[in-house]
Nanobody, 126 residues
Framework: QVHLVESGGGLVQSGGSLRLSCAAS????????MGWFRQAPGKEREFVAA?????????GYGDSVKGRFTISRDNDKNTMYLQMNRLKPEDTAVYYC??????????????????WGQGTQVTVSS
């Protein structure tokens, strides 16, 4: 099991940028597939991005963020990042980081599977 803590959320104007971080504690961070999800008020949790374990050479993105968001990981720091550029008001949500056995498991995660952080609020004003 791995414990996850997100940070870096906040209020930003449309078109701006933010970088979210997800710090992990526990064993063998590098062996986990990692990902980001988000949930806006009244909506279901949405897949944002995922990165494979170890080198992180495989990444995947939700259609709504492709070309604007970039996921990365630094195994030496036990941290995963989400660089968010060209933010839009519809990106407003609570962003959660998640860990699972592989990137394939990330894509099909449910709130009661794998490991989840507590979430960080991102608000994009128009």
């Amino acid at each position: 099991q791995v414990h996850l803590v997100e940070s870096g959320g906040g209020l930003v104007q449309s078109g701006g940028s933010l970088r979210l971080s997800c710090a992990a504690s526990g064993r063998a961070f590098e062996g986990y597939g990692m990902g980001w999800f988000r949930q806006a008020p009244g909506k279901e949790r949405e897949f944002v991005a995922a990165i494979s374990s170890w080198s992180g050479h495989i990444t995947g993105y939700g259609d709504s963020v492709k070309g604007r968001f970039t996921i990365s990981r630094d195994n030496d720091k036990n941290t995963m990042y989400l660089q968010m550029n060209r933010l839009k008001p519809e990106d407003t949500a609570v962003y959660y980081c998640a860990a699972a056995a592989s990137i394939a498991h990330i894509r099909v995660m449910t709130p009661d599977s794998g490991s989840w952080g507590q979430g960080t609020q991102v608000t994009v004003s128009s």
